[in-house]
């Protein structure tokens, strides 16, 4: 491929609205073009990178034995209807009317519609286990689309799902594509770790993310530094370090004018936030809730609806004042009427200083058991950084990092919803059992050069990189350099390799900051001075040395190259 017989618009400056390092370089590099929030156009070299990416996902589901479909984007939104999701998911769907005042979705994802499929289409035991995929574009109204494809409204993902027939069936087709993502994440060159995920009501070791460390990740991953422990912030657990208070001296209550916040009362009383305890009010199942946890610790949610098995939703102001009678921010455990739960780290009685359900006051000396009862101790915080290792009892490490896939045990959650049910070799009708497997395959085309680039651009691993090589003539007015330019391209195609050939009538430097800003993992160079040699010169991305070489071993020495890569 010829430079000026294609569009590749690198740009020079950093673009304006793009924060991270990846977003930029995508947009500099001439990849892709914002259509407008969260939509973008795929210009040639980003549409190459990516459907190199689509073909090993590709053969690694075929591989493990996936079987692979193509399921619509537009969905009635009856089946969303039948699963329930049609209320929780509501907001992330797009809605559309057809002309006869339908009802549809674009899909954000497909549990639905392939279950329904598998209901209709497989009944008997002899059928079974079954695992389809595809590769397809998903739309999501996320609140907030940004980092370019990390979070777009449009993307594509590659989404798998798994029917079984036994637990044990269920276990084997999430080790196969958990495998497959191991060797998909390997292949592609990106260094993935596989976290510990939240699985909502499955629990259990049911969920696991593959993230890509990065600073700008947008999830948070405790990590133990002894065993191989290590989890998403949203699921992760702690041990908690054994040292009870002894008992304080009787409650007593404090006035605290105008202090609501942690940060408020610490200061005005000149303690720190892990004196506090931090009262929040939830509604769950309709009736409020009292959850305590630790001044300087974040209730994590998701573990406060596993532990009460109901959603949880924070409770208005009018409900917070009706539950404590008292102004906001003054919510404390003592004397409450509703339900308290409390994080097992308060057990230990270090934090003592509580709201007192009175405007402008608080209790000091608050002990649990003693002032304060509680309905049921949990885990209840979101971990951090030196919080013990749940496992072997060692301090964590907190990172960040972008979730590029997830595997999930779904259960039975969407078969029985849609009667998705099979004969049994006895002849009953059993329940199908599901997992779901996902990769976002343009969150993993950019994670890719979030993880991999350097100060002068992408740093493509030959395996997803556009095009293998960059030939450039560099005067593409001599003939002799553009003739030997062209049998140089044509000896490397026969190896096997994509070639763009800069055809530019530019001066050297621009081509070269150009060939480093896209990043091809090697670039060979013909001039004047080089062929007056009978050579060329080769110089690989990751390299800071270049090598002149003969001409006429050069493209067995680059293909060398490319394969050792
Ligand atoms: P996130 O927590 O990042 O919003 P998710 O957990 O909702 O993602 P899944 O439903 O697990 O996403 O989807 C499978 C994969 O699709 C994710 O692992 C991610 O790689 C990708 N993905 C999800 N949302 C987006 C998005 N808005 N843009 C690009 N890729 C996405
Ligand atoms: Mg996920």
């Known amino acids: 491929m010829r430079w000026s017989k294609t569009l ?89 009317l ?49 980092f370019g494809l990390m979070r777009a409204k449009e993307f594509v993902m590659k989404d798998a799902y798994s029917f079984d027939t036994s637990w044990e069936g269920v276990e084997k087709s999430y080790q196969a594509m958990y495998n497959a993502y191991v060797r998909i994440f390997e292949r592609v060159g990106l260094r993935t770790k596989a976290v510990e995920a939240d699985s909502g009501a499955m629990g259990g070791s049911a969920s696991h993310e593959f993230m890509v460390l990065a600073e700008s990740g947008e999830d948070g991953i405790v990590e133990c530094g002894d065993c191989a422990y290590a989890a998403n912030t949203e699921r992760a657990e702690r041990k908690l370090a054994a040292a009870a208070s002894p008992e304080p001296p009787p409650a007593a209550r404090v006035a605290t ?27 769950v199942k309709g009736q409020p809730v009292a959850v305590c946890i630790p001044g300087h610790r974040e209730l994590n949610e998701h573990k406060l609806a596993r532990a009460l098995g109901a959603d949880v939703q924070m409770a208005d102001d009018a409900t917070v004042e009706k539950a404590t009678g008292a102004p906001l921010g003054f919510a404390g455990p003592v004397g409450l009427t509703i339900p308290v739960y409390a994080d097992a780290e308060l057990a230990s009685g270090q934090a003592s200083i509580a709201g007192a359900n009175a405007a402008d006051t608080h209790l000091l000396n608050v002990r649990f058991g003693r002032d304060a009862q509680v309905a049921a101790w949990h885990d209840l915080v979101i971990c951090r950084e030196h919080d013990l290792c749940p496992r072997c009892g060692q301090p964590m490490r907190e990172k960040r990092g972008i979730e590029v896939g997830h595997v999930f045990k779904l259960g039975v959650k969407y078969s029985q919803a849609l009667d998705a049910m099979y004969l049994d070799e006895a002849g009953n009708r059993q329940t199908l059992i599901m997992g779901c497997y996902g990769i976002g395959v343009t969150r993993t085309l950019q994670a890719v050069i979030e993880q991999s680039h350097d100060a002068n651009g992408i740093v493509w691993p030959a395996s997803v990189a556009p095009f293998e090589v960059a030939v450039l003539p560099l005067n593409v007015n001599h ?87």
């Open 257 to 283: 004018p105008n202090s609501r916040t942690i940060e408020e009362i610490a200061a005005f009383l000149k303690v720190k936030p892990e004196m506090l305890i931090k009262t929040l009010i939830y509604v």
């Open 479 to 565: 003939a002799e350099t553009m003739r030997v330019a062209e049998e140089l391209v044509a000896a490397l195609e026969a190896q096997g390799l994509a070639v763009l050939m800069d055809d530019r009538d530019e001066r050297p430097g621009f081509k070269f900051k150009d060939a480093d800003l896209i990043g091809f993992p090697v670039r060979a160079v013909v001039s004047e001075r080089s062929l007056a040699e009978g050579k060329i010169e080769i110089k690989q991305r990751t390299a800071t040395d270049k090598k002149m070489v003969p001409l006429a071993e050069a493209a067995g020495l680059i293909a060398g190259l490319i394969r050792e890569a």
């Open 8 to 96: 590749i618009p690198t740009i020079k400056e950093i673009p304006q609205d793009a924060e991270i390092a990846s977003h930029q370089l995508m947009l500099r590099a001439g990849l892709i073009r914002k259509l407008s929030g969260g939509l973008y156009t795929f210009l040639p070299l980003g549409l190459k990178a990516l459907r190199k990416i689509e073909r090993i996902v590709r053969e690694e589901m075929d591989r493990a034995g996936a079987i692979e479909i193509l399921m619509p984007a537009l969905q009635p939104r009856e089946i969303w209807e039948r699963t329930g999701r049609y209320a929780t998911l509501r907001d992330t769907m797009f809605k559309i």
């Open 98 to 146: 057809d002309r006869q005042n339908r009802h549809l979705v674009l899909g954000p994802t497909h549990e639905e519609v392939v279950t329904d499929l598998v209901a209709h289409e497989i009944n008997s035991y002899r059928q079974l286990p079954k695992t389809f995929y595809q590769i397809q574009v998903k739309f999501r109204d996320e609140i907030r689309p940004r």
